[in-house]
């Protein structure tokens, strides 16, 4: 049967083609995908779309850098290189604006031994990047308070590919995309708390059960646990939450500079005169809602790092856990030993840059057609067995 015939037999039914646990930007970019390729899609959501890991403001684009190139950092290039149209053709559907700009980044160079680092570089994001995305080794920033040319001793390494995206303006577009599809079914206030894939059943955690063609776990730090039981492994095995926080200036700034990061602080001018500063990365935590002195330190070294907004407000602060699989890569695809059960999980600091390629990715299994090449190292084969490796079982 064709994807659109089976999807026209489950309309107004109550299974459909395709269950999405979690409506954070994964799965808001997997039911979009999923419903124009003529799926029927219930996208099921515990709180309000994009409130969890999605739901902050950084909204940094950023490729790996270019040398030891392996299908992790090409599958990443190639979504950020169509995340630009990509946004573009949702911007026309539904009038909504992304935030989305091709700004570049500056990374400073704190040594000689970085430079020298950096300037072999070149050649390798040449031959990966190809011509289109500059890549180069400068001595000084266009500009000295973005970053401050002391922060700089030894130059800059400025590249063209990095972009940003504003968070809460690409989970509206999502947002409105879905509203006017008539094969998606949002559910607010409710989550998948279990799958029995023999039965291809969800329990809900309303006391409802659902029927499904295919289940997508898609439900951030939550979507490990639920894994693991599928697969009979431990509860934590396959991944975990890391706590960030992140905070939003009133600088005035242009729209258009570069992305600043520098051991582990980024510095992203946004519309409306914006800066967002951050983050952490807590493995340990009391409260993952919470902003502390970690976001005071952060913030400090951010207004060092760049003068332009030394004395910029803070006008919001955020904090939320990002999931991160065990092996670092994101986690997609069959879970085995589990029938209709798919994994989109653990995207970690990646997920706003490489979610519409991975919902490509599982679309194109569900229609039978050959999608975007899905890395092994993506793989929850290859997930469960890294863990088993770092427990030291054979």
Same mark, same amino acid.
């Given at each position: 049967m064709a994807v659109a015939d089976k999807a026209a037999s489950h309309r107004g039914q109550a299974a459909p083609d395709l269950l999405i646990a979690g409506a954070g930007v994964a799965g808001l970019w997997l039911a979009v995908k999923a419903a124009r390729a003529g799926l029927s899609v219930m996208l099921v959501e515990r709180g309000n779309p994009g409130d969890g890991a999605s739901g902050g403001f950084l909204g940094a684009l950023m490729p790996h850098s270019p040398e030891r190139w392996n299908g992790k950092k090409d599958f990443q290039f190639r979504a950020l290189v169509d995340l630009e149209d990509e946004i573009a053709r949702l911007q026309a559907e539904t009038g909504e604006f992304c935030g989305y700009r091709r700004v570049g980044r500056i990374l400073p160079l704190t040594s000689e031994r970085g430079r020298i680092t950096a300037t072999e570089r070149i050649a390798d994001a040449r031959a990966n990047w190809g011509t289109r995305f500059g890549y180069e080794v400068r001595h000084t920033p266009d500009r000295s308070d973005w970053p401050n040319i002391l922060r700089a001793p030894h130059g800059i390494v400025h590249e063209t590919l990095s972009a940003r995206i504003s968070p809460p303006g690409l989970i509206a577009a999502l947002l409105s995309r879905l509203a006017v599809m008539p094969n998606i079914e949002l559910r607010l206030g409710t989550a998948v708390v279990d799958v029995a894939p023999g039965d291809r059943r969800a329990s809900l955690s309303d006391g409802t059960s659902i029927g499904f063609g295919h289940v997508a776990l898609a439900n951030g730090v939550d979507a490990f646990p639920m894994i693991a039981r599928l697969m009979g492994l431990p509860a934590q095995s396959l #991944?975990?939450? /890391?706590?960030?926080?992140?905070?939003?200036? %009133?600088? #005035?700034?242009?729209? %258009?500079?570069?992305? /600043?990061? %520098? %051991?582990? /602080?980024?510095?992203?001018?946004?519309?409306? #005169?914006? /800066?967002?500063? #951050? $983050?952490? $990365?807590?493995n340990e935590f009391d409260d993952p809602r919470a902003t502390d002195e970690r976001l005071d330190e952060i913030v400090k070294r951010a207004r060092k790092l760049c003068p332009l907004i030394r004395e910029a407000p803070v006008i919001r602060r955020w904090a939320g856990v990002r999931p991160k699989a065990v092996g670092r890569d994101p986690m997609l695809g069959p879970v085995p030993g589990a029938p209709g059960v798919l994994a989109m999980a653990g995207g970690f600091k990646i997920s706003f840059g490489i979610a519409h390629r991975m919902a490509d990715c599982l679309v194109a299994q569900l229609a039978g057609e050959e999608g975007p090449e899905t890395p092994e190292s993506f793989s929850v084969a290859w997930h469960a067995a890294r863990s088993a490796t770092d427990q030291g079982i054979q």
């Open positions: #991944g975990g939450g /890391v706590k960030g926080q992140a905070a939003l200036l %009133d600088a #005035g700034a242009e729209p %258009d500079l570069p992305l /600043v990061y %520098d %051991d582990g /602080v980024y510095v992203i001018a946004h519309e409306n #005169g914006h /800066v967002a500063v #951050g $983050s952490t $990365s807590e």
